[in-house]
């Protein structure tokens, strides 16, 4: 049975509700301006509750009627918690004791953007909530439990709050990180830091090799001024590239000066595809930094052989960006029938 309901939580009927033995699974976000306090504390007022770690909890979840979720997606593919969710939905299926799951919807902080191949299931930016990624796996497995996701338009903290106005985590405490996540995950494939272990988590990308670039010594590209040039390599108008240098206090390089960029949003160039951008950008440092070298995680993080290709050299831009084309028109198609909000989703052109 699966419900898309338009009151807040706390104003539903369901015996299960209000009744039952609740469990919560939220994150750092699930704060309600309504209340003054998070999710888990309002309900734990009037209802039995137990906080869950993770949705892997299998002893907690059995003497539970219902499972309440209310986390903040960041719209990439390389959130941890889809596959949990989904593999969640696979044993609640297989279950002879199904429990009720409602799931406190959020806006996705990246927009509708669409970005990547359909890969693993998502592309790498998908622009669903989680709602709706909820309703897809649901329906993909033809799923029986009860599924009941509350309208992001019902949530105070969705109307109220700017998405990534309270980090989800330390580790993404920027206001634009779910913006770039899409493509600067693929750092991690590679020896150049994606920011992790500062303020600006994957807005940033650097190494300490890369310290050649700074003023352009060992590089020269004809009639380019700055990095922001329209000739320089690393240019994009939906974005301004700074030269910078950061030392992460954790992570790869932690405790050490990295050298590289800052990507800073334009707002008068809204259309801007952080994943084609970051091909561009993994490739110009790996044919100008002889230090630069790939890692084994690269082929799962960009998740086919086209897009390794062309991080290797061995596939030109409009093949890469023809076939990426290709891939999110599939996924257009494919997600247009889970959406559950008028705004549709979209690819930049």
């Known amino acids: 049975m699966f419900s898309f309901r338009t009151t807040p939580l706390l104003e539903q009927e369901d015996t299960t509700l209000r009744r039952g033995q609740l469990a919560v699974l939220d994150d750092a976000t699930a704060w309600h301006p309504q209340y003054g306090e998070y999710l888990l504390y309002t309900l734990a007022r009037y209802r039995n509750v137990v906080r869950l770690g993770s949705l892997e909890e299998r002893e907690t979840l059995a003497a539970c009627d219902a499972v309440v979720i209310e986390h903040q997606c960041t719209g990439s593919r390389f959130d941890p918690f889809l596959k949990q969710l989904r593999a969640f939905f696979l044993e609640q299926n297989r279950s002879k004791r199904q429990i009720s799951v409602y799931i406190v919807d959020r806006l996705n902080p990246s927009g509708r953007c669409v970005e990547g191949g359909h890969y693993d299931g998502l592309p790498h930016k998908h622009g669903l909530t989680t709602g709706e990624l909820a309703n897809m796996y649901y329906t993909e497995i033809s799923a029986s439990f009860p599924l009941h996701i509350i309208s992001a338009a019902a949530n105070d903290a969705a109307r109220e709050l700017m998405p990534w106005s309270i980090p989800q985590s330390c580790g993404l405490g920027s206001l634009f990180s779910a913006v770039f996540m899409s493509g600067a995950t693929l750092w991690k494939g ?160």
Not at 279 to 292: D, Y
Not at 317 to 328: A, F, G, M, P, V
């Open 190 to 349: 590679t020896n150049v830091s994606c920011g992790e272990g500062t303020m600006r988590p994957y807005e940033m990308f650097g190494a300490p090799f890369m310290k050649r670039l700074q003023r352009g010594r060992d590089f020269v590209w004809e009639n380019a001024l700055t990095w922001n040039d329209v000739d320089s390599p690393v240019y994009d108008r939906g974005v301004y590239m700074r030269w910078c240098s950061f030392t992460p206090a954790s992570g790869l390089y932690a405790g050490q000066e990295c050298f590289g960029f800052q990507m800073i949003p334009n707002p008068g160039e809204p259309q801007y595809n952080a994943l084609l951008h970051t091909l561009r950008l993994i490739r110009f440092v790996r044919e100008t930094c002889p230090e630069f070298a790939f890692n084994e995680r690269i082929d799962s993080l960009a998740g086919s052989d086209t897009v390794v290709s062309y991080l290797r050299g061995d596939t030109d831009y409009d093949t890469i960006r023809d076939h990426l084309k290709s891939e999110e028109q599939k996924w257009l198609r494919k997600a247009k029938k889970y959406l559950l909000y008028d705004e549709p989703l979209y690819r930049v052109k």
